[in-house]
């Protein structure tokens, strides 16, 4: 167990395979898992079948810029009128949106595409056959183009002799000889001939008889309709409105496309025989006679109405409005509503009269056809025909489009039109790009795009844009890094090797923003068996929540040219399309703390705030530091004395990833009481002008650089609160000379950069570094002290005799000012 701990500490980055050991402890004897030596399953690498892998790798990158490109701005579309898939996009110009625009100069293309070139095309070998037998079809092709100049054949006429057992319309199936092409299929009819038809009345009772009288129809294909019906038996079980339709009297009698004609039943009506009651809850013996008048409903059918109720008998005990019920004794009820109550009794309750509302409609069906209506078909579906199956004709609905290809014919070419699409910034204009098709009917790339030409490159575009400053080439380029191999029993863990620095720091280009700086990276390489060439790659290690959403700026990954199957020679070299490199070698000394030195030396990880840009990980950065301070204006209170001040967290500014601040406030603790009362007395280290992109510096600056290779040391004293003048002082009161009005803002950044920056990795102030405060003459008012214009009583300043921009400083001296205290590093 002692070991496993030891393994953890040595190890911390393969933490997470400790529950694989916990599980597996559970499984194995526990002097296996845990034993004086490590066996097989957990100290080599299990993907080795002959030799052993080292313990340590060194990693040399090279190829790495120190800029990110964007994506492609411009992309090449291409449109023809056959032909797809061809994709392709600018490459120069790129660089600086500002100025870097311009003619194009370098096309590329990602897919060739295809189809841009047909083989040359010949007349195709069709065939048509149908469900009959014996016909002779002749196909006639009329040669055609479409709107692509590609030539084709369509079927354009047909004719037909012979041949028995076929159906009127049928469609015939066309076939291609091997070799043709169908694009589209042809519809062809065949026609049959056509003779009078012999029709029947669909009867199911079939008691009555009907003749039909048939006559022909005009125009073709021939077809002849019913012109009359001749009832010659009534027959029985007939009724009024029923409807019989006319149909075929065999299989090979047929309509013309619809159910055929109907004709509707006109039956024998007579009177019915109804009876009347009167309904009452006291009346009896009331006797009623049905008088009929004839009527007709609104379909026509004739019925019988009760016009009149004849009192034979008017009983006794009735009221007025007694309803007077009919039933119908021998006929039926034809939907006809009846309404009649008592209308008079006398003081006996007999009934004097009936008062009818409604009479009704009532009527007796005999069931014997007597006449007929045609029904609406006779309009619009009286055309009947036999078909005897002998064709007659083919009718050509559809021609159809075929054709066969032959490489030997002369191909077809398309044009190709190219066009290009912009993202901004890129507003190009004028550009003319020409496509070259391959149209060697023998070559295997026939019909794809060839090659591109740029026959105008207009102006105003931009390919690509810099998007980001990443410095890797500057931190990793030729920088050796030794890798340690893991050994934590995790499935093929002890076939990788990492170590972690501090990296990834970079500000986007244009607008000076930095998107996140304290940061790590995890350099890794794998061996993945005899097989599969090695790999080697750089990733991101998250540190903590406000910084684990971006990227790794310089996160690649490399494979090598070809596996390694003996891992005693486990040395290679390995690439990527961008052109970035690294040589693994064999062995090296592991350094835990190399370009990743963590605070406090308890776990051998990196941490984020050592990774911090000026110091980058080369040291501790000190929790706190000492001061000396020494007063020489006597008209101030005493401020002699040694303090602490002890380093703040990353929340007390907005830059305060790429910052480092010492700081003392009223209250903090120090070694003497705070003679600075309300005022805070600070030490900080930031990139600040001594890089491009930070606080406004511009690109291109005398002595800056785009890549964190300085930075500054800064000493102030201030408020609390921030408010008031925030005296801001460098060693020997230089700073003051950034601000002569003299200067314009590019000189003033200049000096700045060439003689105020110091070279990283800057962890900390150097021992024995000196800061004199000053204040105006007379003043007693710290809080003034560090107005920008002020600088030391009659000290001309020397040190900018070595600046290779500006040269010597020669401007006036500033009096009525003086120096108030000195602090100094210890």
Not at 253 to 281: F, H, M, N, Q, W
Not at 291 to 305: A, E, H, Q, R, W
Not at 389 to 404: D, F, L
Request: hydrophobic residues 30%; glycine residues 12%; contains cysteine.
């Amino acid at each position: 167990m002692v070991e496993l701990i030891a393994a953890i500490a040595a190890e911390p980055m393969s933490a997470l395979g400790v529950g694989i050991l916990l599980v597996a402890a559970g499984m194995y004897p526990l002097g296996f898992m845990l034993g004086s030596d490590c066996s097989k399953c957990c100290g080599t690498c299990d993907q080795c079948e002959e030799g052993e892998l080292p313990d340590t790798v060194t990693v040399t990158f090279d190829g790495f810029s120190d800029k990110t490109r964007s994506h492609d701005l411009c992309k090449l579309n291409f449109s023809s009128c056959y032909g797809s898939g061809a994709d392709g996009r600018v490459l120069e110009p790129g660089g600086d949106q500002e100025t870097d625009a311009g003619p194009i100069s370098e096309v590329s293309l990602t897919d060739h595409g295809s189809g841009y070139a047909k083989f040359g095309r010949v007349a195709p070998t069709l065939t048509a056959t149908g469900a009959g037998e014996g016909a002779e079809i002749l196909l006639t092709l009329t040669q055609s183009q479409n709107a692509c100049g590609l030539d084709y054949w369509k079927i354009t006429s047909a004719s037909v002799t012979g041949g028995t057992g076929y159906s009127d319309n049928e469609q015939l199936s066309v076939s291609t000889a091997d070799g043709d092409t169908t694009e589209a299929s042809a519809e062809i009819r065949l026609r049959t001939q056509r003779v009078e038809p012999e029709l029947i009345v669909q009867d199911s009772n079939g008691s009555a008889d009907f003749s039909l009288s048939l006559t022909q129809n005009a125009g073709t294909p021939e077809s002849w309709r019913v012109n009359s019906v001749t009832i010659n038996d009534g027959g029985s079980g007939y009724s009024w409105g029923e409807e019989l339709y006319i149909v075929g009297k065999t299989a090979d009698d047929k309509t013309s496309g619809y159910v055929g004609i109907s004709i509707l039943l006109r039956t024998d009506i007579v009177e019915p025989t109804l009876a009347a009651s009167v309904t009452s809850e006291t009346g009896t013996g009331a006797a009623l006679s049905v008088n009929l008048s004839p009527d007709t409903t609104g379909d026509g059918k004739p019925v019988f109405t009760v016009s009149s109720l004849t009192v034979d008998d008017g009983g006794s005990g009735y009221a007025v409005g007694d309803s007077v019920n009919i039933s119908v004794t021998d006929g039926m009820d034809d939907w006809g509503y009846f309404d009649a109550t008592v209308d008079a009794v006398d003081e006996a309750g007999v009934i004097q009269s009936i008062a009818i509302n409604w009479g009704g409609w009532y009527s007796k069906d005999l069931g014997v056809i007597t006449d007929f209506e045609w029904g609406d078909g006779y309009y619009y579906a009286n055309s009947y025909y036999r078909d005897n199956g002998t064709p007659s004709s083919i009718e050509v609905v559809n021609g159809g489009i075929y054709y066969r290809e032959d490489a030997d014919a002369p191909p077809y070419v398309a044009t190709v039109t190219v066009t290009i699409s912009q993202e901004y910034p890129s507003a190009g204009a004028g550009a003319e790009i020409t496509a070259t098709v391959d149209d060697d009917p023998e070559s295997p790339n026939f019909g794809k795009i060839a090659s591109l030409e740029i026959a105008n490159g207009g102006n105003g575009y931009l390919a690509w844009i810099w998007l980001a400053n990443d410095c890797c080439g500057w931190q990793l380029n030729g920088m050796p890094i030794v890798l340690k191999r893991n050994r934590l029993g995790r499935s093929n863990y002890e076939c990788t090797y990492s170590h972690e620095i501090c990296g990834g720091w970079g500000y986007e280009v244009g607008n000076y923003s930095v998107t996140h700086t304290a940061g790590l990276m995890q350099v890794g390489v794998e061996y993945r068996g005899p097989s599969l060439p090695p790999v080697v790659f750089i990733n991101r290690n998250v540190t903590n929540s406000s910084d684990g959403n971006y990227p790794t700026r310089c996160a690649v990954s490399m494979t090598a040219s070809e596996p390694i199957a003996d891992c005693d020679q486990f040395s290679f070299a390995a690439s990527n399309l961008t052109g970035i490199t690294a040589t693994v070698s064999h062995g090296g000394e592991y350094d835990p703390y190399f370009a990743g030195r963590q605070g406090s030396g308890a776990q051998l990880v990196p941490n984020a705030d050592n990774c911090k840009q000026c110091c980058q990980g080369a040291d501790d950065i000190p929790d706190e530091l000492e001061v000396y301070v020494e007063q020489n204006w006597f008209g101030f209170s005493n401020l002699s004395g040694t303090y602490i001040l002890p380093r703040v967290g990353d929340q007390l500014n907005y830059n305060a990833p790429f910052r480092t601040v010492w700081l003392l406030t009223a209250g903090s603790p120090h070694s003497n009481e705070n003679p600075f009362g309300p005022l805070v007395l600070s030490i900080e280290i930031r990139p600040d002008v001594c890089s491009v992109g930070y606080f406004g510096s511009s690109p291109g600056t005398p002595g800056c650089d785009n890549c964190v290779k300085k930075c500054g040391i800064r000493a102030a004293c201030s408020r609390p609160d921030g408010s008031g003048p925030y005296g801001l002082f460098e060693e020997d009161m230089r700073f003051c000379f950034r601000y002569d009005p003299s200067l314009t803002e590019s000189e003033k950044a200049s000096q700045y950069c060439a003689v105020l920056c110091m070279d990283v990795p800057l962890c900390s102030p150097p021992s024995g570094m000196e800061f004199n405060f000053f204040a105006p003459y007379g003043s007693e008012n710290l809080s003034n002290a560090g107005n920008n214009y002020l600088c030391a009583q009659n000290i001309k300043p020397t040190y900018r005799a070595g600046d290779p921009v500006l040269g010597p400083y020669t401007g006036p001296v500033r009096p009525n000012h003086l120096n108030t205290f000195k602090m100094t590093v210890q």
